[in-house]
Nanobody, 126 residues
């Protein structure tokens, strides 16, 4: 199993920044694609972005492009989500997720991911 532990959540004012981190226990972390999702109260889980294993290619939802950046450090088995210019609508519980790189299902579908963190709350106030 792959265990994911998230950190970095908190409360900020609109326009501020936060950096979330996800640490994985898996020794073969470099062979997994990693993604971030978020879920606001009363809404479905929403895709934020993902980063692939070998190529490190990133892909983001339109709502967070330019403002958010995903990076990974395979030596440390971590993946980060840098969030800038935060807006109140970014308020949600943020989850990191992992799946094997061989999974060819569309990366924005949460059902394709096998492992999940417990989530960390991000609150953005006006």
């Amino acid at each position: 199993q792959v265990q994911l532990v998230e950190s970095g959540g908190g409360s900020v004012q609109a326009g501020g920044s936060l950096r979330l981190s996800c640490a994985a226990s898996e020794r073969t972390f470099s062979f997994y694609s990693m993604a971030w999702f978020r879920q606001a109260p009363g809404k479905e889980r929403e895709f934020v972005g993902r980063i692939t294993s070998v190529s490190g290619s990133t892909y983001y939802a339109d709502s967070v492009k330019v403002r958010f950046t995903i990076s990974r450090d395979d030596a440390k088995n971590t993946v980060d989500l840098q969030m800038n210019s935060l807006k109140p609508e970014d308020t949600a519980v943020y989850y990191c997720a992992a799946r094997k790189s061989s999974n060819l299902f569309r990366s924005s579908d949460s059902r394709s991911y096998n492992y999940w963190g417990q989530g960390t709350q991000v609150t953005v106030s006006s």
